[in-house]
């Protein structure tokens, strides 16, 4: 029985690199890679040999027939992606098992005698370990990794859901990476505060700044600064027990709860805020976060869309999830003849697919969940929340009051200028060029700081290849700033600050 790649693909490819038969799907190079949701095993040409199983940082992959009753779809999306693909024998004689793709190359060639680096990185989300894992693998470097909160993991650990604890399991494959002898971890301290670029960027060869981006888009509404309107990341943080988030930042006294948008963030806010709690305990979800939602009152979630069914921003993976759980009903309040033109046309995309399969209703919102549900309502975006001295509702474009007692907006996030780089201030990233920063040699850029708020924790991989390929490049060419004018290492500065 062959293997087939489940829900929390996160698109990293190393199942890509140890498939002794090339038949897993969208590999690095090939055009679909940078767009696709997941990667597929080929059920025709696998050979079961589990090894992209084992190298799977997630526990996205099974055997076909140990696929869990929630999963088993994954077995026939597998084979789907390949139905119009052909495989032909590249070696004569034999059966066809060997595609025309060729073998993805993961290599890296530098000169036999260049002198190790050292090397900040900042952050120690997925982008700045790929980075850090890339340069310790493949070359002598030191690594200083740095982070201004002292837990590292970035989102790995403060975003990524904890009903996905296998997600969460890739933190454990990067934490590998904070105890190799080449590398020295300093924790709380943060980059602008504690050190300045500059003073950093004298103490190392290069600086890679895996920053993220952190600030939350603005939702420009009346009412969106009312007690009870709070960003997406608010509730994220305050499950995932980030230490910046307040015990108290979710009431969950409140039966319904409106999130405005529909990407993978606002359906793990909804995911997560009706589950049955029985479902979160034995998660890593935050103990505050479990306690509130067991003797808290929310029963619905209402997730608000300004454009139809064909743009819901959800990835299918994220969705699939969704419909698939028990207990919990998924709806598409059917409020605007355009939702089932939209639902019963042709599939724009995967997610738009799924969605065909929702229930659809048109939804009485004076009247109070009888189940627990999630309800999507598309072409209804918020004109203002609603209330005195705290959010009661939600007025939509649409003319529909929705009561609600809790608002979370989801509608994306954008980077931060980084003291002492140059910042785009209309896309938030800092302005680069294959991760090389504008006009500061020496400043390097990776993951959402570096391409903007976009892609799954595997996508970091290839972006950090291409930033620590232009690192090298540099060093090998001689375009790193002088070495030799370095003063003491960082650490001996963070000591002497008392960080160290
Ligand atoms: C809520 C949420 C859930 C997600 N869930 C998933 C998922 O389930 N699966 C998936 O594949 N992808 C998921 N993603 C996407 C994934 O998390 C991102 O692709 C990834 O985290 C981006 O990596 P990064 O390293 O650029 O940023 P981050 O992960 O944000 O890391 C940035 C790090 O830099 C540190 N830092 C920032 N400024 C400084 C400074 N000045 N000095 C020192 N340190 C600093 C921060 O503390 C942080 O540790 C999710 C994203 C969000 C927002
Ligand atoms: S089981 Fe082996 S042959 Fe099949 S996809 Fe995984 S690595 Fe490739
Ligand atoms: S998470 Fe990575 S290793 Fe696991 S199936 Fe997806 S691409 Fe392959």
């Not at 939702?219 to 988030?245: F, K, Q």
């Not at 505050?288 to 959800?314: F, K």
């Not at 400043?443 to 924790?457: D, L, N």
């Amino acid at each position: 029985m062959p293997f087939a790649i489940t829900q929390t693909c996160c698109t990293d490819a190393s199942c890509v690199s140890v498939c002794p038969v090339n038949c897993i799907h969208p590999a690095p190079g090939e055009p679909d890679f940078g767009t696709t949701d997941m990667l597929y095993v080929d059920p025709r040409t696998c050979i079961d040999c589990g090894a992209c199983a084992d190298a799977c940082p997630v526990d996205a992959v099974f055997p076909v027939e140990r696929l869990s009753a929630s999963l088993a779809g994954y077995a026939q999306l597998n084979a789907d992606f390949y139905a119009n693909r052909p495989v032909s024998a590249a070696i004569e004689g034999e059966s066809p098992m060997f595609h025309d793709w060729q073998q993805p190359a993961f290599t890296r060639t530098l000169p036999a005698d260049m002198a190790p680096l050292d090397v900040a990185v900042v952050g120690t989300g997925p982008a700045g370990m790929y980075a850090a894992q890339d340069l310790l693998l493949h070359t002598s470097s030191r690594v200083t990794l740095l982070d201004r909160l002292d837990t590292p993991g970035g989102l790995v650990r403060f975003g990524v859901a904890p009903d996905h604890p296998s997600t969460k399991r890739i933190g454990e494959s990067f934490a590998r990476f904070h105890r190799h002898p080449r590398v020295r971890m300093r924790l709380g301290t943060e980059v602008g505060r504690d050190i300045t670029a500059d003073e950093l960027a004298r103490r190392h060869d290069a600086v890679v700044w895996a920053v993220g981006a952190p600030a939350p888009k603005d939702l420009d509404l009346p009412g969106a600064e009312l007690p009870g309107s709070i960003a997406a990341d608010t509730v994220v943080g305050w499950y995932n027990g980030h230490p910046e988030v307040p015990a108290d930042a979710v009431d969950t006294s409140v039966s319904r709860v409106v999130v405005v948008g529909t990407g993978n963030v606002a359906i793990d806010v909804a995911r997560v805020l009706t589950a049955p709690p029985a479902d979160l305990a034995g998660t890593p979800v935050a103990p505050h976060a479990l306690a509130a939602l067991r003797a808290g009152a929310i029963r619905e979630v209402v997730l608000l869309a300004r454009g139809g069914p064909d743009a819901i921003a959800a990835t299918a993976p994220e969705l699939r999830e969704l419909l698939g759980r028990s207990g919990v009903d998924v709806l598409v309040d059917e409020h605007d003849p355009r939702i089932a033109e939209s639902l019963d046309g042709p599939a724009a995309g995967d997610a738009h697919g799924l969605l065909r399969g929702a229930a659809r209703e048109k939804i009485d919102w004076s009247v109070p969940a009888e189940r627990p549900r999630v309800v999507f309502r598309f072409h209804s975006a918020p004109e203002r929340f609603e209330g005195a001295v705290r959010v009661q509702g939600v007025q939509t474009v649409d003319g529909t009051a929705i009561p609600a007692g809790l608002v979370v907006r989801a509608v994306g996030h954008r980077g931060r200028p980084v003291p002492g780089l140059p910042f785009d201030d209309d896309r938030g990233v800092v302005p680069n060029d294959s991760g090389r920063v504008e006009g500061r040699p020496g400043h390097y850029v990776v993951g959402w700081i570096k391409r903007g708020p976009s892609g799954g924790i595997g996508t970091n991989r290839g972006c950090a290849a291409e930033t620590v390929g232009a690192l090298l490049d540099d060093a090998v060419a001689g375009r790193l700033p002088d070495r030799a004018s370095r003063p003491s290492p960082v650490h001996s500065m963070l000591q002497r600050l008392g960080r160290g």
